[in-house]
């Protein structure tokens, strides 16, 4: 039961990852938004979905709406002072504004209005989760992946369905340099906007599933390493391929799961671990970057 | 705390901070991209000067200048390593690059070290006090290893033929190359310069503070802000932007926003109103955020790229 346990637990977190990875293949693999704040969506939405949910005691599905939407807000909103520059700038805004959302969350524990030990660096714990009664302990989790499995399933399809229709060519036309787009007669500003946008809305979604599974949100979860995770997803996965970036969060959360276990068998510390597996995801980064440029699923190029 | 003092907290800081964004702006001018593993060199730095200072037993001093021209070394090292290979990619790939490197350099550090705050092994310094300020001998040091290094980068860049060179594969890359400047020897001494005066920047603020593997992440929105404020890859700009970031992030906290929103009182609501403290970090990013709004090439900034 254990064994089955963790790997449903598994597979919930994949659902999440495979949903933050397609919002940054979005912006990176097909926009060539260098997001380096992809972790400030995923945060933002489990905060408000928790706030909504917790605080004004709305049913789930809205905290859920109300977390892509503000997330999707707040990806229109930081990026409006970088869309005319370089990409250079997306990376330190977007990095910083996720910084940002941390420390107000860390700072500002009237948000949830609770008690001595809510809000804050304390987290907020008891967020509940949707349908619990109708399950045991054992069923439960299925049950969650499922809806998981559905959100899933329906940013792909509505990912997809963008980047392969003539929206998806503007957007790689963008990535490609910026003249071509122009002189079609687009606006490439509105267009990095919408994408940051759109993507922000299922970067939320996927924080609000985070959430309402663990029951519980602090601003420790949404250190910038999620980041750098997200993006070694992409990178190895394949950037501007859809399946590529599902791939890419298999691979890597199945590689850093399974890592745990590693300490069972040599004596080596929680924290000293820790450390390595970061090392392993970064050394993944450069050497995708050297010789796998495309990644495990190449984009598909199609010629006119 | 006095004017004074305030004031005598943002030069620190400032040099500090100058030390740090020089580097990462040359960087930026010769290679094109912005190098998100410039502060994690700064942290390799500080903690092989911990480990000669105090597991070695040397004094600070040697222990810092050795550590700086050793990470200096390994810059070189990585370049010829990794971002040699992408001398033709486009700067978004050696950004992404450099990303990952600075994971990796940070979590080594962590795996090696751990990841409590530790302390440089130095005698307890007596702090002059007057009346209007205190201030320690190693801020004295900082304020003048900070004023060095822009004076030293002034003739740099100006009096030697390194400078000459550099300047000229800044400004016209396939031209410099043409007229016999060899720029991959230029960009050796570029990553050399430029990741030492980080070490050393690095270690003066585990010096002035504790050090800790995540010091290089804390500080790297700061550089990047004070670099793209004067203007990103223009060394006077970053001297520029280090000094207004250094004054804005200190008076920031010092300022009572309730006496300006009240127009001093003139409107009668006498609140008092500061920045939290927790919210120092996000000084420099307001101010980066209104750079790029309102004149996204920096102060210093030239108008030939956007």
Known sequence: MDLINFLVYLAIMMGIYGILSLSLNLQYGFTGLANFGQVGFFCVGAYVSTIIVLVFKMPFILGLIGGMVMAGFYGYVISIPTAKLKEDYWAIVTLAAAEIVRIFFLNEDWVVGGGPYQGGSFGIGGIPQPLRALFSAYTYPLFYLAIVLVCLASTYLIINTLTESPFGKVIKSIREGDNLPQALGKDVKAFRIKVMAIGGCFGGLAGSLWAHYHGFVSPNQFMPLETFIIWAMVIVGGKANNRGAILGAVIVLVFYNSTRFLKDYIPIEEVTLASLRMVVIGILIVVAMLFMKEGLIKEKKTTY | ?306
């Open chain 2, 1 to 306: 705390m006095t004017f004074t003092q305030v004031v005598i907290n943002s030069i620190v800081r400032a040099s500090e901070l100058t030390l740090l964004s020089l580097g990462l702006t040359i960087v930026y001018d010769i290679l094109r991209f912005a190098n998100f593993a410039h502060t994690e060199f700064a942290v390799v730095a500080v903690y092989l000067a911990f480990f000669l200072n105090v597991s070695l037993g040397f004094p600070i001093i040697p222990a810092a200048l050795i550590a700086s021209v050793i990470t200096g070394l390994f810059a070189i090292f990585i370049d010829r390593a990794v971002f040699k290979r992408l001398r033709t990619s486009s700067g978004i790939i050696v950004m992404v690059t450099s990303l990952g490197m600075a994971i990796a350099l940070r979590n080594t550090v962590r795996a090696i070290w751990g990841a409590t705050a530790r302390n440089y092994s130095v005698p307890l310094q007596k702090p002059f006090v007057t009346e209007f300020f205190r201030i320690t001998p190693l801020q004295i040091w900082i304020i003048v290893v900070g004023v060095f290094a822009m004076l030293g980068f002034h003739l740099l860049l100006h009096h030697t033929t390194l400078g000459k060179a550099m300047r000229a594969s800044s400004d016209n890359p396939e031209l410099a190359q043409a007229s016999g400047i060899p720029t991959e020897k230029i960009i050796t001494y570029v990553w050399f310069v430029a990741i030492s005066f980080a070490s050393l920047g690095g270690i003066l603020i585990g010096l002035e503070t504790y050090i800790l593997p995540y010091m290089g992440f804390a500080i790297i929105i700061p550089v990047f802000c004070a670099t793209i404020l004067g203007g990103i890859g223009n060394p006077y700009g970053a001297m520029l932007g280090a000094l207004v970031l250094g004054f804005a992030e200190n008076f920031g906290l010092y300022i009572n926003f309730g006496n300006i929103l009240s127009l001093g009182g003139m409107l009668g609501i006498s609140k008092e109103l500061f920045i939290p403290t927790g919210y120092k970090p996000a000084i420099s990013f307001v101010i980066l955020i209104l750079v790029l709004l309102l004149r996204p090439r920096g102060i210093l900034g030239r108008k030939k790229e956007g």
